[in-house]
Structure formats: structure tokens, C-alpha cells
């Protein structure tokens, strides 16, 4: 579905400005109007301009499609209203009952929550491994097994899986490769490249990137997906706005810039956290002793914005810390411009409590925002200094 030039010849913030984005032939308007409407004038029955209906199509939709599209390396991508709409587009249209899906034992709540009371209710079976152990995946790998999904860097333990490695494992297996890239962006890591079958974004994260929306997308090079993806947003019609789609395209111009950016913050908090007596343990794949760093500086072309640690005092100091910080503001989601601080278990991940994704009381995730370096390293400084 991509033309041809929005994808080849041009680097990435060039396609992130014009990949599906032509000046309107009709008036030159530079960015493409929100078409709002739901319905399209036809000549003769079946004879349009290439749109009938919104959920099935929608021109200010598409342009954000081949935008994404292009920026993930991908020939068909198709926008969802939400980044579980997406990956729920991708589990129930290619899974049937008695297929078995791997998933990551870190990942985000919500994909937990869809696999064990979604997709189990559809008859699909899984179970949850720690995907840096190949002797773990190879030991639940089973003739049944369609699909395994990964998440890299995880959510919220930022553990970082060998894409291509998996992808060799899947294919040996029969099975697919689904990588949820929402923290790396495509800027970072393009896994269609790496052999993974499909990408899946919450677009609501850094691809909107200012808070404002909420989205999801999946990416693909395979014509049958692609199509079986397509087919699936129209039938089941979880599609965005078209104010929505705008919203995306507006922030996507800018990802690339963003994303240098929270890597620098990223990286500055990390070093600041790595030498605080009120921190026990740093996870971020920058720093040399992340043990997915050599993986991680293969596969991305930056770490990311995203930090996670775990408070050297428990999940009191975590809570308290959480709640006493100035600029980062204590709240879900991640991937904007601004900086925020959760925590992970009676949060975004409380509904893994008792599950093999459970995760530890005493974790703080931080997505770091793009404000004034020092304004974040003093502020979080203050909020470790206090719990001390
Ligand atoms: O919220 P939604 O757009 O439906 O996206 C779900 C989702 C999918 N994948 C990953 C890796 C995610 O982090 C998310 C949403 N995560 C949060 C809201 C959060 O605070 O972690």
C-alpha cells in the first residue's frame, strides 16, 4: 500500500515529513485536511475515488498509514483506535482456537490481560517465557505454536530480546514473529528488518508523543497478513478519527528529534540513579552493565527514553518517591514530551499481580520527557534524597 518513493531513497525524518502526505492537488494545502466525512460521492456504483466509507477507508487515515508504513519498512500498515485494538487485530485474526502463543514474562499489563481473558476465551493457548532463554523457549515451544510475541525494550523492566535471534527460532518453529516496537519507535529499531512478520504500535506513546491521543498501528511486509489485518479493522471497525490521525501525523513529523532527545535526558537520569544511595538496581539498556546492552546497541540505533529502578527502600520509599516529584508527574502511559513517573505494580502492570509477569513492588518506571536536562536529574535527585 505504500507508494514507492515513500519508501525508498529517502532517510527517516524525510518520510517522517511527506511519506503519505502529498500538497492536495485541489488547493496546495500542505498538510492533508482532516476529512471528516463518513461518506464518499461514487460516478457510477463501484465507480469512486478510491474511498466509500470511513471505517473501510478514510484519506486522512491513509496518510498516516503509509506514513507509519514507510518509517517501519513495511509495505501494508493499517491504523487502529488503540494500541490494544491493534494487537488485538493481530492475536484474534491470525490465532484460532487451539494455537498456542508465546508471550515475554515482562511486558505490558494490558497485552497480558488480552492473552489470558481475551484471546483464552477464543480457545488460543499460551504460556509466558523469559525470552533471553533460549532454552526456555525452545522447552514451551510446542507443534501448536503460531506465534510468539515480543516486546523489546519490555515494558516496565526494559530486558532487551535478541529480535533476530527469536525471529530464527519462529521460522524454524513455523511460527511468527510479533514485535510490539512501542518503546523503541521506528526510529530506534526497525523489526521487519530484523525478520520479525509484524510490528505493533501503541501509537499513543512517542509515535503521537504529546498526550494527546490515543492509537495503535500494525506494520507488515507479508501480502497475506497485510490483507488478513485490513480485513480486520474494516469487519470489526476500530478505527481512529480522522482528528486522531492528524493528531499522529502531527506528532510523528518531530519523532526523530524527540527521540535523540529522550535518549539524552535517558541517559543523564540513569547516570544520576546508578550513584544514588536511594537506588538499588538501574534498568536501562544504555548503560554497560544493562545485561541487554551488546543486543541492544546491535539492534537500536539509540536506548531510549525509558528508565526503570528499583527503590533501594521498598515499595514504601518507591511510593513515596513517586508521589514527591516536581516536574515528572505521577501518571500512566509514557512517550510524551513531558516526563512521568509511575509505579508499575499498582499501576500499569497491577492487573499481572500473581502472574508470571507480576512485577516487583518496589520498581519505579520513569519515561523521561524532553524538558531542560538538569530541571529532571535535580528534580528526581531531590525526590531519591528525601526517601533516604
Ligand atoms: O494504551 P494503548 O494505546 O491501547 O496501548 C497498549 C500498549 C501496548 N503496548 C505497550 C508496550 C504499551 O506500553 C501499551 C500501553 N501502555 C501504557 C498505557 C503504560 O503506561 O504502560
Known sequence: MTDEKDQIGFGFETRAIHAGQEPDPVTGAVIPPITLATTFAQDEVGKH??????RSGNPTRRALEVCVASLEGADFGSAFASGLAAEDAVLRGL?????????????????????????????????????????ALLAECRP??????????????????????????????????????T??????????????DVVVHSSTKYIGG????????????????????AFWQNAVGAVPSPFDCYLLLRGIKTLGVRMDRHCVNAR????????????????????????????????????????????????????AL?????????????????????????????????????VDAALIRLSVGIETTSDLVEDLR???????
Not at 518503546?183 to 520479525?196: D, I, S, V
Not at 498526550?211 to 488478513?228: L, P
Request: proline share 4%; aromatic share 6%.
Open 144 to 181: 501448536s505454536t503460531k506465534a510468539i510475541w515480543v516486546e523489546t525494550p519490555t515494558n516496565p523492566m526494559l530486558t532487551i530480546i535478541d529480535i533476530a535471534a527469536v525471529a530464527e527460532f519462529a521460522h524454524k518453529n513455523n511460527a511468527r514473529l510479533i514485535v510490539d516496537n
Open 49 to 54: 475515488g478510491g474511498f466509500e466509507y470511513s
Open 183 to 196: 518503546f523503541a519507535t521506528p526510529y530506534l529499531q526497525t523489526p521487519l528488518a530484523l525478520g520479525a
Open 95 to 135: 490465532l484460532r482456537a487451539g494455537d498456542h502463543l508465546i508471550i515475554p514474562d515482562d511486558a505490558y499489563g494490558g497485552t497480558f490481560r488480552l492473552v489470558s481473558q481475551v484471546l483464552a476465551e477464543s480457545g488460543v493457548e499460551w504460556s509466558a517465557v523469559d525470552l533471553t532463554d533460549s532454552g
Open 210 to 229: 504529546h498526550s494527546d491521543v490515543v492509537g495503535g498501528f500494525v506494520a507488515t511486509n507479508d501480502s497475506e497478513i497485510g490483507e488478513r489485518i
Open 382 to 388: 531531590a525526590a531519591l534524597d528525601s526517601v533516604l
Open 322 to 358: 513517586a508521589a514527591r516529584t516536581k516536574v515528572f508527574t505521577l501518571a500512566e502511559s509514557l512517550g510524551a514530551v513531558e516526563s512521568l513517573i509511575e509505579h508499575p505494580a499498582l499501576m500499569t502492570h497491577a492487573t499481572t499481580a500473581d502472574s508470571p509477569l507480576a
Open 268 to 319: 543523564a537520569i540513569a547516570e544520576m540513579l546508578n550513584s544514588h544511595a536511594a537506588v538499588d538496581k538501574v534498568l536501562w539498556p544504555g548503560l554497560p552493565k544493562h545485561r541487554g546492552h551488546d543486543i541492544a546497541a546491535q539492534q537500536m540505533r539509540g536506548f531510549g527514553g525509558m528508565v526503570s529502578f528499583i527503590a533501594a527502600g521498598g515499595q514504601d520509599a518507591a511510593l
